[in-house]
């Protein structure tokens, strides 16, 4: 049985797997890079469903940015800590910051894709680097980080909402 203790020790391990992963990325194509997760409370991260977001957020990432800049690399891992993406452009980090948080604010399924965008030299771009606001909580409008800290909403709660948008998007 997972326990808790363990599903949060797999899901820090995959983020220092992952920043690793992003730097080599970034020292190889000498680009910036988009990299692509979805914001998923609780310890199960992996899902058909969770794949078949990531897959409809990938695709509208993939477009919008075509249009604009050159892709040097993309590529999707399946991890149990959730769906990765990963796209090295050729362009400008902050045009590229305000492109994805354009997209997680009006994609249907925006509100749960996690877009984390780093320069050449491997420094991320914040929300808050290029004038946005931090994300406010799926449920409410209070700021996520204080919601999920003041435990606000259950996990079953939050699933239902991911649930019923995914219904929505694919009907």
Known sequence: MITNNDALLKILESRE??????SRLIKRYHSSLVSFTLNIP??????????????????ELLNTIKDRAAI???EVKFTETGPEGYICVNADAIGLKHLTVNLEATH???RLFDFDVFNDQCKQISRIDVGYS???????SKNVHICRREQNHSIVELLEKINSM???YFG
Do not use: N, P
């Not at 199960?44 to 695709?59: N, P, T, V």
């Open 166 to 168: 995914a219904t929505i």
């Open 42 to 59: 609780g310890s199960q991260k992996d899902s058909e469903l969770f794949r078949e977001i990531h897959h409809a957020g990938m695709i």
């Open 134 to 140: 931090e994300r406010t909580c799926l449920l409410c």
């Open 72 to 74: 040097l690399y993309h």
């Open 108 to 110: 249907a399924l925006g």
């Open 17 to 22: 797997q992952r920043a690793i992963y992003q």
